[in-house]
């Protein structure tokens, strides 16, 4: 069964910085594209950013996060991580890894890992 355990979230201030790391368990891990997606209190599920299966090259953002944060993968040990910078208010959301792919298709979620941003 796939698995995703997502970590590093926390309580920050407006302007820090958090990273959020992943620990994919799948087969090929290399061979997908990944993604992070976000879940902010009373609204859907959203896509923050994917990143491919080409060694990384390819890195895609939702504009909303776009120069702020970064979308990165360590093939060699499963791992995804999600560098975040200059954070605000409305980046408050629980934080998902998965497999890049429409929301609505995908059945199998970790727990997350909640990030607040906060004065």
């Known amino acids: 069964q796939v698995q995703f355990v997502e970590s590093g979230g926390g309580l920050v201030h407006p302007g820090e910085s958090l990273r959020l790391s992943c620990v994919a368990s799948?087969?090929?891990?290399?061979?997908?594209?990944m993604a992070w997606y976000r879940q902010a209190p009373g609204k859907e599920r959203e896509l923050v950013a994917f990143i491919g299966s080409d060694n990384g090259r390819t890195k895609t953002y939702v504009d909303s996060v776009k120069g702020r944060f970064t979308i990165s993968r360590d093939d060699a040990k499963n791992h995804l991580y999600l560098q975040m910078d200059s954070l605000k208010y409305e980046d408050t959301a629980v934080y998902y890894c998965?497999?890049?792919?429409?929301?609505?298709?995908?059945?199998?979620w970790g727990q997350g890992t909640q990030v607040t941003v906060a004065s």
């Open positions: 998965n497999k890049f792919g429409s929301i609505g298709l995908i059945t199998s």
């Open positions: 799948i087969s090929a891990f290399s061979n997908y594209y």
